[in-house]
């Protein structure tokens, strides 16, 4: 049987930590879960990538929490591979929202987030899904407001963002030298939208790649996400998969 924690030759006890995976979620059995292990793909903590979910993204399908998380994690990854890559950031797992639903403990997602975390760094990274649509929340720790990215502009997606924020701040409350809740909360204009109903997912991922670039983003020049959509889903199949190899 395989430990699912091993199955990427990369991923370190010390990335677990970054991104808030539980330990007591790393090393679930394929028995316990019910699943059949040959069709596992990849599988990191509370993370699991199968031959089903390689499909969805060549298809041009719906990407679950599963999808988004994983490519929160390889931006952690990359980040920590190659110092100063990326601005210092945090990301939050998308767990974090969708198990409070639940009546979950919720805390193990953010164990990650303290004082000394906070302060190292610039960004902190929190995609949401709700009523099936992602969007991505930005916390900008150094000017002390919120960023909301949205490819299917529209009021009811943000309206549940200050409970977001709520929950997150329950979670982390000695973590900040101020009170999150209070920060403002600005829609980031200009940014590519989705043509259709199912590439949501993709343009968060690539809203966190692109806001953690060292150089700032001038939106109004990037006009070729929706043209590139296909090949931005394969590059992410391909990292999944180069990342299993022993």
Same mark, same amino acid.
């Given at each position: 049987? !395989?430990?699912?924690?091993?199955?990427?030759?990369?991923?370190?006890?010390?990335?677990?930590?970054?991104?808030?995976? =539980? *330990?007591?979620?790393?090393?679930?059995?394929? @028995?316990?879960?019910?699943?059949?292990?040959?069709?596992?793909?990849?599988?990191?903590?509370?993370?699991?990538?199968?031959?089903?979910?390689?499909?969805?993204?060549?298809?041009?399908?719906?990407?679950?929490?599963?999808? /988004?998380?994983?490519?929160?994690?390889?931006?952690?990854? &990359?980040?920590? #591979?190659?110092?100063?890559?990326?601005?210092?950031?945090?990301?939050?797992?998308?767990?974090?929202?969708?198990?409070?639903?639940?009546?979950?403990?919720?805390?193990?997602?953010?164990?990650?987030?303290?004082?000394?975390?906070?302060?190292?760094?610039?960004?902190?990274?929190?995609?949401?899904?709700?009523?099936?649509?992602?969007?991505?929340?930005?916390?900008?720790?150094?000017?002390? /407001?919120?960023?909301?990215?949205?490819?299917?502009? %529209?009021?009811?997606? !943000?309206?549940?963002? =200050? @409970?977001?924020?709520?929950?997150?701040?329950?979670?982390?409350?000695?973590?900040?030298?101020?009170?999150?809740?209070?920060?403002?909360?600005?829609?980031?204009?200009?940014? =590519?939208?989705?043509?259709?109903?199912?590439?949501?997912? #993709?343009?968060?991922? &690539?809203?966190?790649?692109?806001?953690?670039? =060292?150089?700032?983003?001038?939106?109004?020049?990037? %006009?070729?996400? @929706? *043209?590139?959509?296909?090949?931005?889903?394969?590059?992410?199949?391909?990292?999944?998969?180069?990342?299993?190899?022993?």
């Amino acid at each position: 049987m !395989r430990n699912l924690a091993g199955i990427s030759r990369y991923y370190s006890v010390s990335t677990r930590n970054l991104v808030g995976i =539980p *330990d007591e979620l790393v090393g679930i059995t394929e @028995e316990l879960l019910g699943i059949n292990a040959n069709d596992m793909i990849y599988a990191y903590g509370h993370v699991f990538i199968y031959r089903s979910q390689i499909d969805e993204l060549l298809m041009s399908e719906y990407l679950d929490n599963n999808h /988004v998380d994983t490519f929160g994690i390889f931006l952690v990854e &990359k980040n920590q #591979m190659c110092p100063g890559l990326y601005l210092p950031f945090l990301f939050v797992s998308s767990f974090h929202w969708g198990y409070k639903k639940f009546n979950a403990d919720t805390k193990k997602f953010v164990s990650h987030i303290n004082k000394e975390s906070v302060n190292a760094a610039n960004l902190i990274l929190v995609p949401i899904i709700e009523s099936s649509h992602w969007t991505l929340l930005v916390g900008n720790l150094k000017n002390k /407001v919120w960023d909301f990215y949205d490819s299917l502009p %529209k009021k009811t997606h !943000r309206a549940i963002l =200050p @409970e977001v924020i709520s929950h997150l701040y329950e979670d982390t409350t000695t973590s900040f030298a101020t009170d999150i809740r209070r920060w403002r909360i600005r829609r980031i204009k200009q940014v =590519p939208t989705q043509k259709n109903s199912v590439d949501c997912g #993709m343009y968060v991922c &690539k809203y966190m790649e692109a806001v953690i670039q =060292p150089e700032a983003v001038v939106w109004a020049h990037v %006009k070729d996400w @929706e *043209d590139n959509m296909a090949k931005f889903r394969a590059e992410f199949a391909y990292a999944i998969l180069s990342s299993t190899i022993k």
